[in-house]
């Protein structure tokens, strides 16, 4: 009896708050707005893919935390927690039926409680097939847990990988169309998602990857290692010729929309660089950032825009301009706040942020700068009479920038400079019992990063063409925070896919705007459980690793 | 801190004792310009270094380590000591980004330095391990290293052998001599442990409530009752006797 208890407890418990879970997840709207869109036509759309995908991660918790694990106590504890969950749905579909639930939840619709939760079968069969169907995917995670590890990771990939096509056709429509003959999208893609065959040929492309991978991965990294250093920097040249040729040609092949959403990663990989060198190196917490953003676009826009000033100048003569001011304000708002630390410091920089847009936005500097109305016709970037107006031209001045500002962040990192900023971070006392001038090293690191964030608002401005204060607001500031952290702070490579995964995937997936920040929290919080250094973190740390290994293998 | 006067001759180990709370980590942050005295002079060669900030201070060459030690936990072993070597570069902000030559050499100078003095504390073999991963009497010597590459004329250790058994703090106490003897480095020691003090320094200065209650060699300080009152509690200096 005390064995049986035991085995339903840990299935019962994940199931409970798993219920939870999918029954908030449903009341905010996220599974019906997602099934707007079909990750394989006519059998998954992305709510019943969120809908499943949450049901197996709460039945494989089940069924990781079983102990002790043997294979019947696994699956009988996933298929609990299954059932556990769908009984919390059941319960809900039932109140339902009772209450009317939409006087609380807007998003309690009649489609969603007796169509979308029960897989399209209405009345009581429907309650039945989502109990039977509970136990069933807890059936089938039991089964799938207890496989080797090795066919765990490949179907996870797998999975993974189909999954991911399925939500970014957008991104791989125009690929497919614009390089490859219509034979291919045809047998990938329909108009709305994946055909079936397309995603089993993706599940399969990339289970022979990983399996081959895992299979020769070890020898082509031993064989990499054993390439004398010549070699080794060749191939080196050579990757970094074709990623520039894949950088410089993609605005064409990709088309106008993947274009937009480059640059607008482009601006925010810019941003991010800067504030990198602040929080990521100097460890000084900044919240106003958007501050220096602001007035390098505004300061364009003064320049460059026959309105207000009517200056007229031409967009090159208004960088040396803006960047200057930007590294002005970023040692102005340096010197009040250098004995400032932690969340003194935030703080303080978040009012700084909020200062400089409610400047903008004032009337009393109306005259001046515009208020709310903005700035208009602000000049576009000119090169003897080509006119980098569209998305696809503007890219290019965008990753000019941007490789620009890798450079300098690169030089900066393991200088003397960038070992002061990080040793600045760790310990500012002992820093400075080092020999560290703490005030000239902080101003330098505020000057730099306003110097980045001004460059990228000069693009900015130029791109959009006319600027209002509201783009500047403060979620502008917590985005690029939230990139760095999500990216692996202090890491260059780290800022830009934090970029490209928290500024590019949600552009792609606009008619989700809705639910962007509380993905962003759950990504976040999941983040720091899991993996707290970042997707792609600083050098030191792999370095490290990497000895690890190397001492274990020596000695 | 009271009335305190203490002379610290060159290239001797001077060792402060006194029990806990005497001030002698008080005394330490004074010197190093953490703590500003409400009076008095602190001079390092006929120049005041009252007023001073902590990083001037290192410029003209005291360097202190810590009793709790202070490492830059995720920075790597030899950038801890690069770190301790910034005073002593000159490479400017637009030189780094341009990279001139100048920069170039220095950079491979300071990497060479930082190597040898890894080596010095025997650590070279750790040089890109974070520091936070060492083991602790690494830290120890990992933290002297750092304070090494300030280029010192004093070095003030704070309980170097806090936490060692007796095998290591011989060894620590043999390191700390060989410091003086081979890099002519005045020593200044905070220590706990009677023992690693008598063994070590040519002169003692006691401690008690922020005052100078004795000051001697090693000799005449195991003689001194005061001392020995202060250290043992009364009633021991009759039975000592």
């Excluded at chain 1, 003064?302 to 207000?308: A, D, M, N, R």
């Amino acid at each position: 009896m005390e064995q049986i208890r035991a085995i339903w407890r840990y299935g019962i418990k994940v199931g409970i708050i798993g219920g939870i879970v999918l029954i908030l997840t449903a009341l905010i709207g996220m599974i019906e707005v997602f099934t707007q869109r079909q990750i394989i036509a006519d059998v998954v759309s992305m709510g019943h893919a969120l809908y499943l995908a949450a049901g197996l991660f709460i039945c494989y918790l089940a069924a990781e935390r079983t102990t002790p694990a043997k294979p019947l106590w696994i699956i009988s504890n996933s298929m609990f927690a299954g059932l556990t969950t769908a009984f919390f749905l059941v319960l809900l579909i039932i109140l339902g039926r009772h209450v009317n639930l939409r006087l609380m939840f807007i998003n309690a619709s009649d489609l969603l409680l007796n169509n979308l939760l029960t897989f399209g079968v209405q009345g009581n069969d429907g309650l039945r097939l989502l109990l039977i169907a509970g136990m069933g995917v807890g059936l089938f995670t039991g089964l799938f847990y207890l496989l080797p590890k090795f066919l765990r990771t490949v179907i996870l990939w797998s999975l993974a990988g189909s999954a991911f096509a399925g939500v970014l056709q957008e991104l791989i429509r125009p690929i497919l169309a614009n390089n490859f003959p219509d034979v291919i999208s045809e047998w990938l893609l329909t108009s709305d998602g994946l055909t079936l065959k397309g995603a089993l040929s993706i599940f399969i492309f990339i289970a022979l990857i990983v399996i081959s991978w895992s299979i020769k991965g070890g020898g082509i990294r031993q064989g990499w290692q054993g390439l004398p250093k010549k070699q080794q920097s060749t191939w080196r040249t050579i990757g970094t010729i074709i990623l520039l040729a894949v950088i410089l040609i993609a605005p064409w092949r990709l088309g106008l929309f993947m274009s937009e959403v480059m640059t607008i990663v482009g601006l925010y990989v810019l941003l991010g660089l800067g504030l990198n060198i602040v929080v990521g190196y100097a460890g000084l917490l900044d919240l106003g950032y958007v501050a220096f953003f602001a007035i390098g676009a505004y300061v364009t826009a003064l320049i460059t825009s026959p309105e207000i000033m009517n200056l007229n100048w031409s967009f090159w003569s208004a960088i040396p301009f803006a960047i200057f001011f930007g590294i002005l304000a970023g040692v102005l708002l340096g010197v009040p706040v250098l004995k400032m630390r932690g969340d003194y410091l935030a703080i303080a920089t978040m009012g700084f942020g909020e200062i400089i847009r409610l400047l903008v936005l004032s009337d009393a500097l109306r005259p001046f700068l515009g208020g709310s109305q903005g700035i208009g016709q602000i000049a576009k970037p000119q090169v003897l009479g080509f006119v980098f107006k569209g998305p696809q031209e503007i890219y290019y001045l965008i990753v000019a920038g941007c490789m620009l500002v890798i450079f300098v962040s690169w030089r900066l990192k393991d200088s003397r400079i960038g070992r002061a900023w990080k040793a600045m971070r760790e310990d500012e006392d002992v820093a400075q019992a080092m020999g560290i001038n703490l005030v000239s090293n902080k101003l330098l690191a505020f000057g730099t990063g306003a110097g980045f964030a001004a460059l990228s608002g000069v693009i900015f401005g130029s791109k959009i063409g006319s600027i209002y204060p509201h783009s500047f607001n403060i979620m502008v500031s917590i985005n690029i925070v939230c990139l760095i952290i999500f990216g692996g702070i202090g890491s260059i490579p780290g800022v830009i896919v934090g970029a490209a995964a928290l500024i590019g995937l949600p552009e792609l997936l606009r008619e989700f705007a809705e639910y962007r920040f509380l993905v962003y929290g759950i990504a976040l919080v999941v983040m720091m459980l899991i993996r707290p250094e970042g997707l792609w973190p600083e050098e030191a740390h792999k370095r490290e690793l990497h000895e690890d290994k190397t001492n274990e293998a020596t000695g | 801190m009271d009335g305190l006067d203490i002379e610290i001759k060159e290239k001797t180990i001077h060792s402060v004792i006194g029990p806990n709370g005497a001030g002698k980590t008080t005394f330490f942050n004074c010197i190093t310009g953490f703590y500003k005295p409400e009076a008095g002079e602190i001079l390092l060669e006929n120049h005041s270094l009252v007023g001073l900030m902590p990083d001037r201070i290192v410029r003209l060459g005291i360097a202190r380590t810590y009793q709790n030690i202070r490492l830059f936990p995720d920075l790597t072993a030899i950038e801890n000591v690069l770190v301790g070597m910034h005073a002593h570069l000159k490479s400017s902000y637009l030189g780094i980004i341009l990279n001139t030559p100048f920069v170039k050499k220095e950079e491979q100078e300071a990497e060479a330095e930082a190597n040898r003095l890894l080596k010095f504390v025997n650590l070279e073999t750790k040089a890109n391990m974070l520091s936070k991963h060492l083991p602790y009497g690494d830290q120890r010597r990992l933290e002297i290293a750092r304070a090494l590459a300030t280029r010192p004329k004093l070095l003030c250790l704070d309980e170097p052998t806090a936490g060692m058994n007796s095998g290591e703090t011989q060894a620590m106490c043999d390191f700390i001599q060989s410091l003086r003897d081979d890099l002519g480095i005045t020593i200044m020691l905070i220590e706990h442990q009677m023992r690693v003090v008598m063994g070590i320094s040519e002169i003692i200065t006691v401690l008690d409530y922020g005052k100078k209650l004795a000051e001697g060699t090693p000799d005449e300080i195991k003689r001194n009752p005061k001392v020995i009152e202060a250290y043992l509690g009364q009633g021991s200096a009759a039975q000592a006797h």
